[in-house]
């Protein structure tokens, strides 16, 4: 889902070997950013190797009927079946700007899924005022990474740096051709890194920067102060302006990169799968799990059935402490690791299970085309449920189930409405939901969910729910 104040359309790999002649094109002697000696050195490095990138795509739209066609007279004798056939489809043109960058000598660039995302023409603008067709050898929406090619030789390149050793306060530069102004250069610090779970992409570990990042720059560079590749600027977070507010987001190089070398290699990118639907541990989580100090890991809220996870024997409610001896510090942070591995490696989970820790070894798989979306309709009116004031549930009858795309056998009480000032809204419970477990306990009718609900008393409430066929726990904390 794409958060609203978020702009994501900000239009508008080569072998290592490859790379490795990049780097050495300055003699190894790298290029340094400071306030005394300024940025010229490293921008004049730099910015033969950011390039224009426009698009176009064909869009079919409906055409507007002729005059005489909407008169009554002719909708009268001949109908509008007949005069249908006269209304042909038309197709405009639709250009996309944008901006990329070489990493190869040999005519390899990196931008943005997002840029050219259904172009059927891309062309591609040097700084010298040479211009390329593009071919895409690839590209992949869940990190918006794509890969272009570009039929020349001795290209200017931007060398790759190590991402993961940015820090915030490090200075940065990021070159782009924002609103169609080419080569423009802004410079900022890294404001945070590691930024995850803002909605903008499937896998997010963003570099937060205030260099100015504006329409167009999208695709473009953000480098560090040896002038070095450290990101692909992809986002910013925008107001109703939908410019440059200081809080733009770049794709890390060491990301970007792995995805480009797959793309490269194979023309698409295979990520290793779990299975499972993980959610944070919010202190709430931690201590009515009976997890002791900081809270951290990802709490299992689903296990898709057949997967390796459940192959492997993880469960709902298992809270993944641990990866391959690693310390998991979020749900997002779980989420990346596994999508960075390689389908069929073997990796050992620390997970806490009813109050111990247990090691559970899983093969992981390959990650499946993402699943249709479901279908939900609405549930039945029902009665109020004690201590969930503005909650309403019904009994989950295999009619309801398969209305809301469930399975007929699944037991638990759906939820016919939810006052939207009442404290389960406030911690997501939704229309449409079915609450399977209460604090653990199995649910199966509505007496069920009464009694459990009632022996909480005043405590915490922890839900087990499913929405649209995915589970989630969601914990309830009265006031």
């Given at each position: 889902?794409?958060?609203?104040?978020?702009?994501?359309?900000?239009?508008?790999?080569?072998?290592?070997?490859?790379?490795?002649?990049?780097?050495?094109?300055?003699?190894?002697?790298?290029?340094?950013?400071?306030?005394?000696?300024?940025?010229?050195?490293?921008?004049?490095?730099?910015?033969?190797?950011?390039?224009?990138?426009?698009?176009?795509?064909?869009?079919?739209?409906?055409?507007?009927?002729?005059?005489?066609?909407?008169?009554?007279?002719?909708?009268?004798?001949?109908?509008?079946?007949?005069?249908?056939?006269?209304?042909?489809?038309?197709?405009?043109?639709?250009l996309s700007l944008g901006s990329g960058v070489i990493v190869s000598p040999d005519g390899y660039i990196l931008t943005n899924n997002h840029v050219i995302d259904g172009a059927t023409h891309v062309k591609v603008a040097l700084a010298d005022q040479r211009e390329f067709e593009a071919r895409i050898v690839g590209k992949d929406a869940e990190t918006d990474i794509a890969v272009l090619k570009?039929?020349?030789?001795?290209?200017?390149?931007?060398?790759?740096?190590?991402?993961?050793?940015?820090?915030?306060?490090?200075?940065?530069?990021?070159?782009?051709?924002?609103?169609?102004?080419?080569?423009?250069?802004?410079?900022?610090?890294?404001?945070?890194?590691?930024?995850?779970?803002?909605?903008?992409?499937?896998?997010?570990?963003?570099?937060?920067?205030?260099?100015?990042?504006?329409?167009?720059?999208?695709?473009?560079?953000?480098?560090?102060?040896?002038?070095?590749?450290?990101?692909?600027?992809?986002?910013?977070?925008?107001?109703?302006?939908?410019?440059?507010?200081?809080?733009?987001?770049?794709?890390?190089?060491?990301?970007?990169?792995?995805?480009?070398?797959?793309?490269?290699?194979?023309?698409?990118?295979?990520?290793?799968?779990?299975?499972?639907?993980?959610?944070?541990?919010?202190?709430?989580?931690?201590?009515?799990?009976?997890?002791?100090?900081?809270?951290?890991?990802?709490?299992?809220?689903?296990?898709?059935?057949?997967?390796?996870?459940?192959?492997?024997?993880?469960?709902?409610?298992?809270?993944?402490?641990?990866?391959?001896?690693?310390?998991?510090?979020?749900?997002?942070?779980?989420?990346?690791?596994?999508?960075?591995?390689?389908?069929?490696?073997?990796?050992?989970?620390?997970?806490?299970?009813?109050?111990?820790?247990?090691?559970?070894?899983?093969?992981?798989?390959?990650?499946?085309?993402?699943?249709?979306?479901?279908?939900?309709?609405?549930?039945?009116?029902?009665?109020?449920?004690?201590?969930?004031?503005?909650?309403?549930?019904?009994?989950?009858?295999?009619?309801?189930?398969?209305?809301?795309?469930?399975?007929?056998?699944?037991?638990?009480?759906?939820?016919?409405?939810?006052?939207?000032?009442?404290?389960?809204?406030?911690?997501g419970l939704q229309e449409g939901d079915v609450i399977e477990q209460v604090n653990r306990t199995p649910v199966a009718s509505m007496l069920d969910f009464r009694n459990a609900v009632r022996a909480a008393g005043q405590r915490s409430i922890i839900l087990l729910v499913n929405h649209g066929g995915t589970t989630r726990f969601l914990v309830i904390t009265p006031e």
């Open positions: 889902m794409r958060s609203k104040l978020f702009v994501m359309a900000l239009l508008l790999a080569q072998a290592p070997l490859a790379v490795a002649a990049a780097s050495a094109a300055n003699g190894g002697q790298p290029y340094r950013i400071s306030l005394q000696a300024g940025f010229a050195p490293v921008v004049k490095r730099c910015l033969p190797a950011v390039v224009n990138v426009s698009s176009s795509k064909i869009i079919r739209t409906q055409a507007s009927a002729s005059p005489f066609l909407s008169d009554p007279f002719f909708q009268q004798f001949f109908g509008s079946q007949f005069l249908r056939q006269f209304q042909v489809p038309s197709e405009e043109r639709e570009v039929d020349a030789q001795n290209l200017p390149t931007i060398p790759f740096g190590d991402s993961t050793r940015m820090q915030p306060g490090d200075f940065v530069l990021a070159i782009g051709d924002p609103f169609g102004l080419s080569q423009t250069v802004t410079m900022g610090i890294v404001s945070a890194v590691g930024r995850g779970n803002l909605g903008i992409e499937d896998y997010e570990d963003f570099i937060q920067t205030d260099a100015a990042i504006n329409p167009g720059n999208s695709g473009g560079a953000l480098i560090n102060g040896n002038g070095q590749l450290i990101g692909i600027n992809t986002a910013i977070l925008s107001g109703e302006s939908g410019g440059n507010q200081g809080v733009g987001f770049a794709i890390p190089i060491d990301m970007a990169r792995q995805v480009m070398d797959q793309i490269v290699r194979n023309g698409r990118v295979a990520r290793a799968w779990l299975g499972v639907t993980t959610q944070p541990v919010t202190p709430e989580i931690s201590q009515a799990f009976g997890l002791s100090g900081q809270p951290y890991g990802a709490l299992v809220g689903d296990v898709t059935a057949n997967s390796p996870a459940a192959q492997a024997g993880l469960a709902t409610g298992d809270i993944i402490l641990e990866i391959n001896g690693h310390r998991v510090p979020d749900s997002n942070d779980l989420n990346l690791s596994i999508a960075m591995m390689a389908p069929g490696t073997a990796v050992r989970f620390l997970v806490l299970r009813n109050g111990a820790q247990q090691e559970i070894p899983v093969t992981l798989g390959e990650e499946p085309a993402p699943p249709q979306s479901r279908q939900t309709a609405p549930a039945a009116p029902a009665q109020p449920a004690p201590l969930l004031d503005g909650v309403q549930v019904e009994n989950l009858t295999p009619d309801i189930a398969a209305g809301l795309g469930l399975p007929p056998n699944l037991r638990g009480v759906v939820v016919a409405g939810v006052d939207s000032a009442s404290l389960a809204a406030a911690a």
